[in-house]
């Protein structure tokens, strides 16, 4: 069936570069996305990539798709304290799947 | 503001009582959905509506119940018959079901059945 991994913990040391990997299954995926979810609360959707694009930015954040290998990252320059969270992949044909989600950390 | 409620941020419980959990958008949505959280685990789909007075199994429905009487509010009941309630659920809703529509999330309610 679909299924989305993803590790689940990744440390970075603030000012740094995080990137968080996903892979997923389902070939057919029309849209991928990326989710943040902050300690007690919900999840705010971060970006998103079209199964046909290779790379998004938006500002700190960029997103590499590469289709052939069903991988999908998550770049975010210069991490911050306030980029502690969960971070979800996701991946959506006709219903949307979720991966376990990446905790990161950020280190002082 | 246009946005997802859902009430209370915490309820307590105790085991073989029915509780009913609030979900409000004024987003004019047409989907909605549930999701329950466990710790360490991704978001697992519990209902969804795609439409007023209709509304699917997600993968866990087992022991849970919806209604959809108003497009902005899916209540979810969680009966007595579920096995594990103890867990983080959170509402969703999105303009539509199709692949085009990103959703978007409430805040979350913890529910605590001792």
């Known amino acids: 069936g679909e299924d989305v991994e993803q590790s689940l913990f990744l440390s970075v040391r603030e000012g740094d570069s995080s990137v968080i990997n996903c892979t997923y299954t389902d070939s057919s995926s029309t849209y991928l996305y990326w989710y943040k979810q902050e300690p007690g609360a919900g999840l705010q959707l971060l970006t998103y990539i079209f199964s046909n694009m290779d790379m998004k930015q938006d500002q700190r954040l960029t997103v590499l798709l590469n289709k052939k290998d069903k991988h999908l990252s998550l770049r975010i320059a210069d991490t911050q304290t306030g980029d502690s969270a969960i971070y979800f992949c996701?991946?959506?044909?006709?219903?949307?799947?979720f991966g376990k989600g990446t905790r990161l950390h950020i280190l002082p | 503001d246009g946005g997802i409620t859902q009430s209370p941020k915490y309820l307590f419980r105790k085991e073989g009582q029915n509780v009913t959990l609030s979900c409000e958008q004024n987003l004019n949505h047409d989907a909605m959905y549930w999701y329950r959280q466990d710790p360490g685990q991704g978001l697992r789909l519990i209902y969804y509506?795609?439409?007023?007075?209709?509304?699917q199994k997600g993968d866990i429905a087992e022991g849970y119940s919806v209604s959809r009487e108003k497009k902005e509010s899916f209540p979810l009941t969680v009966t007595s018959a579920q096995k594990n309630p103890t867990a983080f659920y959170l509402c969703?809703?999105?303009?539509?079901?199709?692949?085009?529509?990103?959703?978007?999330f409430g805040p979350g309610t913890r529910l605590t059945v001792t």
């Open positions: 996701a991946e959506r044909d006709d219903k949307i799947i």
């Open positions: 509506s795609q439409i007023v007075n209709d509304f």
């Open positions: 969703a809703s999105s303009m539509g079901q199709g692949s085009t529509y990103e959703q978007y």
